[in-house]
């Protein structure tokens, strides 16, 4: 048996349709190559197929034979379109042939299938009219695939990958510097939506901020992950980021079914695309606090986290109940916890004033020092001391992050 080459990348929907459209116009079937004669694309039968198209229809490849043979030819030297043989002993029908280029780069091999060599003036007219749209919708996500890479590297923790992503970027015109950077990170849980679909549904979320009248963006996704790189002049506002997030979730409410769960963490204002990795960093520890924390509501902002920002370093494996202060979970374990919680919870956000606790909590002030008094019978600790304040405020904040159905996927 020959061996095989590895598969090619599969082509996207706009290629897809663009070479459906051309078979269906010709009638034959159409075939889309990379350079080095792997498989990206088939059109639907017409009745011509021969036993290499079958094969490679079947096993996404086609026969190294097949392969050194059409190369053989000299196709990616061509410099305009022909006929290749068709050879029996291999199953191959004769094809009509179009080097894809674009700017130089030669992208693929456009084939026809034309057994009888016939092709008239009007469909070879028609083939390069279609494979001109195909060269250009190449390049474009090449392009796009490219900017996706070098966007990546921009947030990387290495500085010598970030300063040849930062050259790249600005080189290419991908995005201007300017003196104000944010991202926003998306994650979404597994879900039970087709191959596919969740990286589309990101990218349809979030090409809206491509540009806008505030800033330039560029987007990284992958099946599981979008992340939004803005440049401004002027630092974006918290409520224009927050609307934003809302909007993208929004979105993708539509587009996704409920067990993607998606998040969104929006990082630090940082100063310049060199400084825009410290902003992911910090947007993947606001999209944990998001799913950990149903406070958040499934948006968090760096800037907004205060002490969870803190806390949310600990690793997954660290960040459990055995955090709690043992005279917490003693309280939580006490009867009428939940109405000493509250309690506890709104003195301390109060920085311990009883006028001010007694107001939140609608009660009067000798039922909240019958309550204070009883949570320290209860902890063994003093209210009127901040070592102890910080370690019960501090325990209730990891409580937070502990609440139930709360599964952390942030990666």
Not at 397 to 402: C, G, H, S, T
Request: hydrophobic letters at 40%.
């Amino acid at each position: 048996m020959a061996d095989r080459l590895e598969r090619a990348r599969m082509g996207s929907d706009a290629l897809r349709e663009l070479v459906e459209e051309l078979a269906d116009r010709l009638q034959r079937s159409v075939v889309l190559d990379d350079p080095l004669i792997r498989l990206i694309l088939s059109s639907r039968h017409f009745e011509d197929a021969d036993p290499v198209r079958i094969r490679s229809l079947l096993q996404g490849r086609a026969d190294n034979e097949v392969i050194r043979y059409v190369l053989d030819q000299g196709v990616a030297q061509w410099t305009k379109p022909g006929y290749i043989e068709g050879r029996d002993d291999l199953g191959l029908l004769p094809r009509y042939c179009v080097p894809l280029r674009e700017r130089g780069h030669l992208l693929g091999v456009l084939m026809v299938v034309s057994v009888d060599q016939n092709l008239t003036a009007e469909e070879t007219a028609a083939i390069g009219k279609s494979a001109q749209l195909i060269a250009a919708q190449m390049w474009a996500e090449r392009a796009a695939a490219q900017a996706e890479e070098s966007l990546r590297a921009l947030l990387d923790t290495s500085s010598t990958a970030r300063g040849a992503a930062q050259q790249q970027i600005l080189g290419a015109g991908l995005l201007p510097d300017a003196p104000h950077a944010v991202v926003s990170v998306v994650q979404v849980s597994r879900s039970h939506e087709p191959p596919g679909q969740v990286e589309t549904a990101l990218r349809a979320a979030l090409e809206r901020y491509h540009s806008t009248r505030s800033a330039h963006g560029a987007v990284a996704v992958t099946t599981e992950r979008a992340v939004l790189l803005q440049m401004s002049e002027q630092p974006l506002e918290s409520r224009e980021l927050t609307d934003q997030a809302r909007q993208i979730m929004g979105s993708l409410d539509t587009f996704l079914d409920a067990a993607a769960a998606p998040v969104l963490g929006i990082g630090g204002r940082q100063s310049g695309m060199a400084d825009a990795w410290v902003s992911y960093k910090q947007a993947l520890v606001a999209a944990r606090a998001a799913r950990r924390t149903p406070r958040f509501e499934r948006v968090g902002d760096w800037e907004e986290l205060r002490e969870f920002a803190v806390l949310l370093q600990l690793p997954d494996e660290a960040l459990n109940a055995s955090l709690l202060p043992k005279p917490l979970r003693t309280l939580l374990a006490a009867g009428g916890a939940h109405r000493l919680e509250e309690t506890l919870r709104t003195f301390l956000e109060h920085a311990g004033s009883i006028p001010r606790t007694a107001e939140a909590l609608q009660i009067h002030r000798t039922s909240l020092y019958y309550r204070l008094r009883q949570i320290q019978e209860i902890t063994g600790l003093d209210l009127d001391s901040g070592a102890d304040r910080l370690a019960l405020h501090l325990g209730l904040r990891i409580r937070d992050l502990l609440a139930p159905d709360r599964d952390d996927t942030t990666r």
